[in-house]
């Protein structure tokens, strides 16, 4: 199994936009055995400590394999609402790891 974390900066005043991007692209995960394990929104409360800027969500989310991920990845349902996507979103951080 293999788990991605985003961390998703959402351009200011584009949060209805990229709600609309993850309402039609999440539940693709399945398709490609992925799981949405958490959808985090967090806020200043919530950080402990910090050197960075607050990400508008955090996202962890699983596959099976690399391979589930790529096909999610280029699932044409999916890219066919990038442009929704690239129109909201300022940047996206995304980590790559395995379960120890």
């Keep these: 199994m293999v788990y ?3 961390l998703i900066f959402v351009k200011q005043g584009s949060e209805d ?7 039609k692209v999440l539940p693709l995960l399945k398709d490609h055995n992925g799981e949405l394990v958490y959808r985090v929104r967090p806020n200043q409360d ?9 990400p508008y969500e ?7 394999s690399k ?22 979103v300022e ?3 995304l980590i790559e790891g395995v379960e120890i």
């Design 58 to 64: 955090i996202h962890l989310v699983t596959f099976d």
């Design 4 to 6: 991605y974390t985003q």
């Design 67 to 88: 391979t589930d991920f790529e096909h999610y990845k280029n699932d044409p349902k999916r890219l066919s609402f990038m442009a929704i996507k690239n129109d909201s």
């Design 46 to 54: 919530s950080i402990i400590e910090s050197s960075r800027e607050l």
């Design 17 to 23: 936009a990229f709600n609309l991007f993850e309402d």
């Design 91 to 93: 940047k996206v951080i």
